[in-house]
């Protein structure tokens, strides 16, 4: 069982490129999530969707655009990166409802550097 | 500012010693879990207890929750170099349902 896969694990853009952090899971989950990581500041919500065809912005949106393809997939797309993206990107996701006490299942993480 | 601090930032532990780290956080809860992550991968579940609880066990992991003083410890017993690792917890408001709010962590490194 694969659980939460991310795609690609290390990424490094030039500013102003775009890219497209790909995730996919395989626990027939509804809710997903996009985390950004950074040092001292534990994880930050960017976005989230709650169930299949809805999004919702988190915490620190601005830069980003999500799609919730399906009920597997929910990609994280950086139109026109800045280095202040520069981060650790983590897909996770829940069953049932989003939040509400579930446990969080985490992918492996995605490095980005914008240079 | 974050709902949910981890306290130490860092803690550094002979194997065999009991690890305890601490989280406080600011407004009422419904749920608070406890998190792992180690260098260099995702973060793992570990304990989840919720708001009318005041204690739980898992293995060699107790969590308590004090929600008068808002907030919750996680002790390791008997310690080994495989729990070096960061630990988070994380919170989700009574108030909202949007979000889970994780702290910045606490370090642990557990020196053979």
């Known amino acids: 069982n694969a659980g939460v896969t991310q795609t690609p694990k290390f990424q490094v853009l030039k500013t102003g490129q775009s890219m497209t952090l790909q995730c996919a899971q395989d626990m027939n989950h509804n809710s997903m999530y996009w985390y950004r990581q950074d040092p001292g500041m534990g994880l930050r919500l960017i976005y989230y969707s709650a169930s299949e065809g809805t999004t919702d912005k988190g915490e620190v949106p601005n830069g980003y655009n999500v799609s919730r393809l399906n009920k597997r997939e929910f990609s994280l797309r950086l139109e026109s990166a800045a280095p202040s993206q520069t981060s650790v990107y983590f897909c996770?996701?829940?069953?049932?409802?989003?939040?509400?006490?579930?446990?969080?299942?985490f992918g492996e993480g995605s490095w980005l550097t914008v240079v | 500012s974050q709902q949910g601090e981890e306290d130490p930032q860092a803690l550094s532990i002979q194997e065999g010693e009991n690890a305890t780290m601490n989280c406080s956080y600011k407004t009422s809860i419904n749920n608070l879990q406890w998190y792992r992550q180690n260098s260099g991968r995702g973060l793992v579940h570990l304990i989840l207890?919720?708001?009318?609880?005041r204690e739980k066990h898992s293995g060699r992991l107790r969590v308590t929750l004090d929600t008068s003083k808002k907030s919750s410890s996680l002790l390791i017993t008997a310690s080994r170099a495989a729990d070096t690792a960061s630990y988070f917890c994380a919170t989700d408001a009574e108030t909202s349902y949007d979000k889970v709010i994780f702290g910045p962590g606490t370090s642990l490194s557990v020196i053979p």
């Open positions: 996770a996701s829940t069953p049932g409802q989003a939040f509400s006490g579930n446990t969080i299942y």
């Open positions: 207890i919720r708001s009318n609880e």
